[in-house]
């Protein structure tokens, strides 16, 4: 082509402008609506169907942007929990608990009583003696819906002497029942010093017994409540835990075996009743420590150990136990060595009619053994006693005259 021939297919081309647009629009415009569709074509398959969506995600290398913010945060979860310091996150209901007081308290109420002794004092003044009449408050559990009352001994035996002063028997006692201010005249069934158990009995039928928990399954820690009327305030209930079970103290020269609890428990509580969670006795108040310092220690004697105790007082008006009948001193390794003696008890006196005489046994001796078992305190001897019965066999090893015997002894009845 040469040079004119070029300009005139220019100015053709030039001279023809709707020619050159259309040109221009099929190269370079369609295309690119082309593409704009086809991609909004592909993103809306790509969100309705899951299927072309994991697809393409996979030929893409794309990550779900929901499910990376999800796995970034169990992760961040997971370093929490693991930094974070151990604690209980199971809240408790108040609501429950106090729920829970609420319904044992209202379950024993009724079987509470007050218990009022009225007793008389001998006081020697200058010669003579001048009497008055005194009275102390306690509190005690229905037993039997026929009226049969548990208490503590020392509620109802009011008799002591010193040279002040001299208290007698109790002369009354009566009995105020829950929301009831009749007073109900009570006679003393019987009474036990050892275990400082008493049970009164009050003449009225269809009573609310309680509900005896078992004791021997408490837990240190465990959820218990005192019944009683301290200082006089009738149906007073007081809430803690079980501090400790079987401890063991001594009160009056008497060793008990006690139930521990910082539940309040003051004067007039004695003979109430400890109870559980689920309104079932499972103790009768006894002692409270005081002083300078003290506070929250109260004993409860467990249920369990008052059960044989007061069917003996109700069928026999007193606890029937297994006597031997000596007095004697404990003789340890040190004593033993310093009088050439053997280690064991040392048999002070013994008893006339006891089963300790019938036996044989005689002062001065020394009780080394009881069947087969070594012993060397009075403690001990009571220990082995009271696991047996009136009428058991005990068979004792004693040494006498620097030589050893055995004796065979039958358990007699304390008089």
């Keep these: 082509m040469n040079d004119d021939e070029f300009f005139k297919?220019?100015?053709?081309?030039?001279?023809?402008?709707?020619?050159?647009k259309i040109g221009f629009f099929k190269g370079r415009f369609i295309p690119f609506i082309s593409g704009i569709l086809g991609t909004i074509l592909v993103l809306g398959i790509y969100v309705k169907v899951p299927t072309v969506k994991n697809k393409l995600k996979e030929y893409l290398h794309i990550e779900d942007s929901t499910s990376t913010t999800q796995n970034t945060n169990e992760e961040k979860n997971q370093i929490e929990q693991q930094t974070a310091p151990v604690s209980n996150t199971n809240l408790i209901s108040l609501e429950d608990y106090s729920?829970?007081?609420?319904?044992?308290?209202?379950?024993?109420?009724?079987?509470?009583v007050g218990i009022t002794v009225e007793y008389t004092i001998n006081s020697p003044y200058y010669g003579m003696s001048m009497q008055s009449t005194g009275s102390a408050t306690g509190s005690g559990v229905i037993i039997s819906e026929d009226g049969y009352i548990l208490t503590n001994n020392h509620v109802v035996n009011t008799s002591s002497n010193s040279m002040f002063y001299q208290i007698s028997d109790a002369?009354?006692?009566?009995?105020?029942?829950?929301?009831?201010?009749?007073?109900?005249?009570?006679?003393?069934?019987?009474?036990?010093?050892?275990?400082?158990?008493?049970?009164?009995?009050?003449?009225?039928?269809?009573l609310p017994a309680a509900e005896l928990g078992d004791s021997s399954s408490i837990k240190v820690?465990?959820?218990?409540?005192?019944?009683g009327n301290p200082l006089g305030m009738e149906n007073t209930v007081t809430a803690g835990i079980i501090s400790a079970s079987n401890r063991t103290i001594?009160?009056?020269?008497?060793?008990?075996?006690?139930?521990?609890?910082?539940?309040?428990?003051?004067?007039?509580?004695?003979?109430?009743?400890?109870?559980?969670s689920k309104g079932q006795v499972i103790g009768i108040n006894t002692i409270k420590l005081s002083g300078s310092g003290?506070?929250?220690?109260?004993?409860?004697?467990?249920?369990?150990?008052?059960?044989?105790?007061?069917k003996q007082l109700i069928s026999d008006g007193k606890v029937k136990r297994p006597y031997i009948g000596i007095s004697g001193r404990d003789i340890d390794s040190k004593t033993a060595e310093q009088y050439k003696l053997v280690e064991g008890i040392y048999v002070?006196?013994?008893?006339?009619y006891s089963a300790a005489e019938k036996a044989g046994l005689k002062q001065y001796d020394i009780i080394t053994e009881v069947d087969g078992k070594k012993i060397t305190t009075m403690d001990e001897l009571n220990e082995f006693k009271n696991t047996h019965k009136i009428g058991d066999n005990l068979q004792l090893k004693i040494y006498r005259d620097k030589e050893y015997s055995d004796i065979q002894i039958t358990l007699g009845e304390q008089p």
């Design 9 to 20: 297919t220019v100015d053709s081309n030039s001279a023809n402008p709707s020619k050159a």
């Design 99 to 112: 729920n829970t007081g609420i319904y044992a308290a209202n379950k024993v109420l009724p079987s509470i």
């Design 171 to 206: 002369n009354k006692v009566t009995v105020k029942l829950y929301n009831d201010n009749t007073e109900y005249e009570a006679k003393i069934i019987g009474k036990d010093e050892t275990t400082d158990l008493a049970v009164i009995k009050i003449d009225k039928t269809g």
């Design 221 to 227: 820690g465990e959820f218990c409540m005192a019944i």
């Design 250 to 276: 001594t009160s009056d020269g008497k060793t008990l075996t006690v139930i521990q609890t910082d539940a309040a428990i003051n004067s007039g509580n004695s003979g109430g009743a400890l109870i559980n």
């Design 294 to 310: 003290v506070e929250g220690i109260g004993f409860a004697i467990p249920i369990n150990s008052t059960v044989d105790i007061y």
């Design 348 to 352: 002070l006196s013994v008893e006339q």
